[in-house]
């Protein structure tokens, strides 16, 4: 099926992760023009437009934590573009060694909030005030499997991914369909989230290269395999379709496997090797 992304420009913050570069071949693939957001990950994103050769793209660093930045990211995707038809919200920084809430210090607290949340509302609000101005535009949120379940040892970040999750995308989907109204050539401005489970990423390889691990957090999915980032792509390339999703707006797609709050498998049942 066509997704009519062709020449569209879709914004991906992040893009220098693991799932963000996938995020933006998979729309590169559809035609469309990208600019990639990074903040620290310069050499990686680089790589990436390199590999992108032939699809018109605009790297732009920024701080997403910071307003000005924010702004500027948005300015710097107009001037360059014209317009911006699609946000994938996908920057976030958490801390990866497990802290429980008891021990966990308030500059940590602070710190994922602004990482994770503070950083989709600077870059979600420049987003929807230039989707004010142009009529258009769709916005895809990526949260996390901890929004739905939690996640022990990483309460700021399940608290803060579950705020995008809910609050922000149910939220945001009565709010950018008044600023981007529907006609009867334009299904109107859409919001949605996707929250991936386990992913065969980068930052998670040293926890994902034990069998023990990749047991445990495989038995509690009704498919027990991790997932690629290519998995995360392509939902978020659906979603982002006027034409595939039109009809789609405030849904949370979790792409986890069909992962449930419980343990579905026996440790021994799963082959550590095939997943």
């Known amino acids: ?32 023009r990208l600019v990639l957001h990074y903040h620290k990950g310069r050499d990686r994103v680089a790589v990436l437009q390199r590999e992108l050769k032939g699809v018109p793209t605009l790297i732009v660093r920024a701080d997403l934590t910071k307003e000005s930045p924010a702004q500027d990211l948005i300015g710097r995707s107009v001037k360059e573009f014209g317009r911006v038809d699609t946000l994938v919200a996908n920057a976030g920084s958490w801390e990866t060694r497990d802290v429980p809430l008891h021990q966990m ?40 499997t901890a929004a739905i379940f939690g996640e022990a040892g990483h309460a700021d970040y399940a608290a803060a991914k579950a705020a995008i999750s809910y609050g922000l995308t149910r939220s945001l989907k009565n709010e950018i369909a008044r600023i981007a109204p529907h006609t009867r050539d334009y299904c109107g401005g859409r919001a949605n989230c996707v929250c991936p489970g386990w992913t065969v990423v980068p930052r998670l390889a040293a926890k994902l290269a034990d069998a023990r691990t990749i047991r445990k957090v495989t038995s509690t999915m009704a498919l027990p395999q991790l997932a690629r980032p290519d998995d995360v792509g392509n ?21 986890a496997g ?12 799963i082959d550590a090797t095939s997943v």
Not at 4 to 23: E, F, K, M, Q
Not at 258 to 269: F, I, P, T, Y
């Open 1 to 32: 099926m066509e997704t009519n992304l062709r020449d569209h420009v879709v914004l991906i913050t992040g893009a220098s992760g693991g799932i963000g570069s996938a995020i933006a071949r998979k729309f590169a693939a559809e035609g469309a």
């Open 105 to 144: 210090s308030l500059r940590q607290w602070q710190r994922t909030i602004q990482g994770v949340l503070t950083t989709n509302f600077f870059s979600v609000r420049e987003f929807l005030r230039l989707v004010a101005r142009q009529r258009r535009g769709n916005l895809t949120l990526i949260a996390s």
């Open 235 to 255: 939902a978020v390339v659906f979603l982002s379709s006027d034409t595939l999703a039109r009809h789609i707006t405030g849904q949370i797609l979790v792409v």
């Open 258 to 269: 069909g992962m449930e709050g419980r343990q579905l498998w026996q440790a021994a049942e």
